[in-house]
């Protein structure tokens, strides 16, 4: 399951559950600073990983 079927799935339903195991990897998130686009690379490891995205 990738990200965008999990945020379209959490839309449809109540929320999404996705387990996983040795995750290794990077985001980038734009950010808008003094008129000036700057990317944040977050790279993330871990050996378990639980994501639980919830439909309020």
Request: hydrophobic share 40%; aromatic share 2%; proline share 2%.
């Amino acid at each position: 399951m990738t990200i965008t079927d999990m945020i379209i799935s959490a839309i449809l339903k109540k929320g999404v559950l996705y387990e996983a195991r040795n995750v290794n990897t990077d985001v980038e998130i734009p950010m808008l600073l003094d008129n000036k686009e700057n990317n944040i690379k977050v790279n993330i490891k871990c050996e378990h990983m639980t994501l639980k995205v919830e439909k309020e």
